[in-house]
């Protein structure tokens, strides 16, 4: 009897760690080495054509310097940076490129009082066309 009770307590044991492992596994915010997913949130933006090249220049570098600012401000934000430089091929102004802890952590980044003032008053004034892209790493 007891070999037959140990043999249920190791299987009954070995089963409820399989669970385990499949809902870790199954988890969609979890990837496959059991760490959690991260977001990248890029943005390309074009500013408005009325703008000369040296008031662009500084717009840009304003931008950068406003939502470079938000770094260590906001939960779940993990690293922020804005791009400025582009080679003549390129087609848009500038480039927001973030790393958000979670899809959550990019939900609250988006409605955070000191994003919304950043994009209120220093970039939606001046941009005239923004496109992204949100993905998981």
């Known amino acids: 009897k007891l070999p037959l009770l140990r043999e249920f307590f190791i299987c009954f044991f070995v089963y409820k760690c399989l669970e385990e492992f499949e809902g870790l596994w199954y988890n969609e915010s979890i990837n496959s080495k059991g760490e959690?997913?991260?977001?990248?949130?890029?943005?390309?933006?074009n500013l408005k054509e009325e703008y000369s090249a040296t008031e662009k220049e500084e717009i840009k570098k304003n931008i950068k310097a406003g939502i470079e600012s938000l770094n260590g401000k906001i939960p779940g934000l993990i690293d922020i940076k804005v791009h400025i430089t582009g080679l003549a091929s390129s087609t848009a102004d500038l480039m927001l490129d973030s790393t958000l802890e979670s899809e959550e952590a990019l939900k609250n980044y988006a409605v955070h009082p000191e994003h919304v003032e950043v994009a209120n008053t220093i970039v939606r004034p001046?941009?005239?066309?923004?496109?992204c892209l949100d993905f998981e790493i």
Request: no cysteine.
């Open 36 to 45: 959690m997913k991260m977001v990248k949130h890029v943005i390309l933006w």
């Open 126 to 131: 001046h941009t005239a066309k923004r496109s």
